[in-house]
């Protein structure tokens, strides 16, 4: 279908998607940019943009319910950076929310990473040994053996986070009120080394942009605080059932 788009029937040739960036790029190197490899490529960034984001912003949203001073705290602190707005002027807000803005919500960025420690959106990751390898604790792994690192479990570890390691706390990410990050063998929630998530740095971008634009604006509640909210087991860490929240208008 978008190939036959780009064949100049429709839109005039002048389509920006990534599928079509990728489409165009095929033209080079037919033979490996084939079908099913376009195929697979539209599916990593389905899986590895979409689902990751859009579901640390709903563990997010469960974690400041639970916290409700944390939830005031950030509204506060993109109160303070990006300055304050009529009620429901979205856009107004979000024509403030600059690059350097982002950049100054730091308690934001903790409270995102905090999340992303206990609900990892990659909750394990599966690898396969391309050889022969002894990991430091002289364990023999051979080649082809599938080696998956918990990231769930890391996050929670005592001996990796401390006594408190099960409980969220933006504040262990902030040195003097400024954001230092883990090293990524000890947070590996965007995975570490040469394989490190492309879109880190976009993903934390959209997030906080999200982030400020509904804390700023709402106040959320859980529909029904006595009920139990846990994960699906999936290949992203979802909520079973989904988040059902109450949002408040705050009075700006
Ligand atoms: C909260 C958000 C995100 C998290 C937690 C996350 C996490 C991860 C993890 C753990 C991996 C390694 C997977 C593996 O090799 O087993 C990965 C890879 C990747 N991610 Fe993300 N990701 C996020 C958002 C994004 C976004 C928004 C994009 C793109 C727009 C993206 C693009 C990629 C790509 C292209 C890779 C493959 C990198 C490679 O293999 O060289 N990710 N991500």
Redesign the pocket.
Known sequence: MRRHDLLGFKNNNRKEDILSRFLLESKKNPETMNDRYLRDIIL??MF???D??A??LSWFTYLLCKHPLIQEKIAQEVKETVGSCEKGQFTQFVEKLTEGALEKLQYLHAA?SET?RLY???PI???SACKDDILPDGFKVKKGDGVNHV?YAMGRMKYIWGDDAEDFRPGRWLHDGVFRPESPFKF????AG???????D???R??KIVAALLTVFFRFNLKDPSKEVTYKTMLTLHIDQGLHVRAVHRLL
């Open positions: 990593n960034f590895a943009g979409k990751t984001t579901g640390t995102l992303l990892p959106a990659v990751d599966r690898q990231t590996p929630a965007f995975h040469p394989r490190t998530c492309l879109g880190k976009f993903a934390y959209q997030m």
